[in-house]
């Protein structure tokens, strides 16, 4: 699995677009900036829409940040829109959700479920560089916090050391030698 430190692969797919529009969507459509990519496994299940539903809340959040929101699952653009389109909580998402039907950057990332052949919920914060910052995975039963994902993402920005459960706008720590 790609971790911290790694560089957030070359890709190229569909996506549903907020507007419900197709659009085709890499690595590059967002240069420059912040990136939160957050995978689920399969659409028209249980948890999934808790957690895609949690981050279309908290995106004007995280565009205050220079941080664009992508959702991702290896479902199909179409799946994707016919979900958006039957479930209420889903109308109005304001972020791309890729498909990697291919299975193509799951595999790339090492976050594709051995048995049965899904992105595992992982999310990964990338910095302007394509740089992979944060990676959290989770099993395919268990939702995460979006709102812990803001957190990171403002210690990140912050190039301090931020200690256990800082918030924006809280002291840092000065490391200084003893």
């Not at 931020?162 to 840092?172: I, S, V, Y």
Request: include cysteine; charged fraction near 25%.
């Amino acid at each position: 699995m790609l971790t911290i430190g790694d560089t957030f692969p070359t890709f190229a797919a569909k996506a549903v677009n907020p507007d419900k529009q197709f659009a085709d969507v890499t690595d590059a459509s967002y240069a420059g900036k912040w990136k939160v990519y957050f995978f689920w496994p399969k659409d028209f299940t249980f948890v999934c829409p808790t957690e895609i539903a949690a981050f279309g809340k908290l995106n004007r959040e995280f565009a205050d940040r220079d941080a664009q929101v992508l959702g991702a699952s290896t479902d199909s653009e179409f799946v994707h829109l016919a979900w958006r389109n039957s479930h209420a909580d889903l109308k109005d998402l304001p972020f791309p959700m890729i498909a990697d039907l291919k299975r193509e950057l799951s595999q790339q990332l090492g976050i594709l479920d051995k048995h049965e052949g899904v992105a595992l919920r992982a999310t990964f914060i990338v910095d302007p560089q394509d740089v992979i910052r944060f990676v959290s995975v989770n099993d395919l039963n268990t939702g995460r916090n979006p709102a812990e994902v803001l957190r990171v993402l403002d210690a990140l920005q912050t190039d301090e050391l931020c200690p256990c459960n800082w918030q924006k706008g809280e002291k840092t720590l000065t490391a200084t030698a003893a």
